[in-house]
C-alpha cells in the first residue's frame, strides 16, 4: 500500500537539513530503485523554487510500503530525523486516484 509520509521541520534547521541532503536522498534513491517511490520532495517556506535562507518548512513522500508499521520504521531512520531536522512526521495510508 501506499503511505504519505509528511513532515514538519523545526525552525532554524536549515544548516542541519543542507548537511544530512546528501545520505537522506540516498535513502529516496533506494526506493525509487525498487519502484516503491512515488514522489518526494521538500515544501519551500516561501513561493520560489530556491527558498535561499528562507529553508524549508518541511518535506512528503508518497512510497509504497508493506504496513503502516513499515512506513514508520522506514522514516524513523531517515537522516533528517537523526539530524534532528523534522519536529513532527505524521504517516498516513495514501490512495493514489491521478494520473491513473
Known amino acids: 500500500m501506499l503511505y504519505a509520509i509528511l513532515t ?3 525552525p532554524g534547521v536549515l544548516d542541519k537539513r543542507v548537511q544530512s541532503r546528501p545520505a537522506h536522498v540516498e535513502r529516496l ?3 525509487q530503485a525498487e519502484g ?3 514522489l518526494a520532495g521538500p515544501h519551500p517556506a516561501i513561493d520560489s ?3 535561499g535562507p528562507a529553508g524549508f518548512t518541511g518535506s512528503l513522500i508518497v512510497a509504497e510500503f508493506a504496513s503502516r508499521e ?3 520504521a ?3 531512520e531517515d537522516p ?5 531536522v523534522y519536529g513532527r512526521v505524521t504517516i498516513k495510508p495514501f490512495k ?3 494520473p491513473a
Open 8 to 10: 514538519e521541520d523545526l
Open 29 to 31: 534513491k533506494a526506493l
Open 36 to 38: 516503491r517511490l512515488i
Open 49 to 51: 523554487e530556491d527558498p
Open 70 to 72: 513499515a512506513a514508520i
Open 74 to 76: 522506514w522514516a524513523s
Open 80 to 84: 533528517y530525523v537523526k539530524a534532528g
Open 96 to 98: 493514489k486516484a491521478l
